[in-house]
Nanobody, 119 residues
Framework: QVQLVESGGGLVQPGGSLRLSCAASGFNISNYAMSWYRQAPGKERELVARITSAGGSTNYADSLKGRFTISRDNAKNTVYLQMNSLKPEDTAVYYC????????????WGQGTQVTVSS
């Protein structure tokens, strides 16, 4: 079955960096666009970044451009989110997501990984 497993979250000081990973199974990510979302306490889940199936095009939330980079390694069936110059307002649970068709297309989510930016 389709599974997305995030890793790499943790506690980091303001200005620091983290790289999140999303290992996919049950489908070949090379055929699908992949996305990262995040949800802070008391806020709605928001799109962080998206990368097309071929990796040729990426989109970011306006507030994150220049600090976050999404990438993919189709050979490893894994998507990454490099986060630099982290700020306390980046604190959230980060989720990997993809819309995968198994007869009927539906959006799948990972379990999330907590990122906390604090001194």
């Amino acid at each position: 079955q389709v599974q997305l497993v995030e890793s790499g979250g943790g506690l980091v000081q303001p200005g620091g960096s983290l790289r999140l990973s999303c290992a996919a199974s049950g489908f070949n990510i090379s055929n699908y666009a992949m996305s990262w979302y995040r949800q802070a306490p008391g806020k709605e889940r928001e799109l962080v970044a998206r990368i097309t199936s071929a990796g040729g095009s990426t989109n970011y939330a306006d507030s994150l451009k220049g600090r976050f980079t999404i990438s993919r390694d189709n050979a490893k069936n894994t998507v990454y989110l490099q986060m630099n110059s982290l700020k306390p307002e980046d604190t959230a649970v980060y989720y990997c997501s993809a819309i995968v068709s198994r007869g009927v297309a539906r959006r799948y989510w990972g379990q999330g990984t907590q990122v906390t930016v604090s001194s």
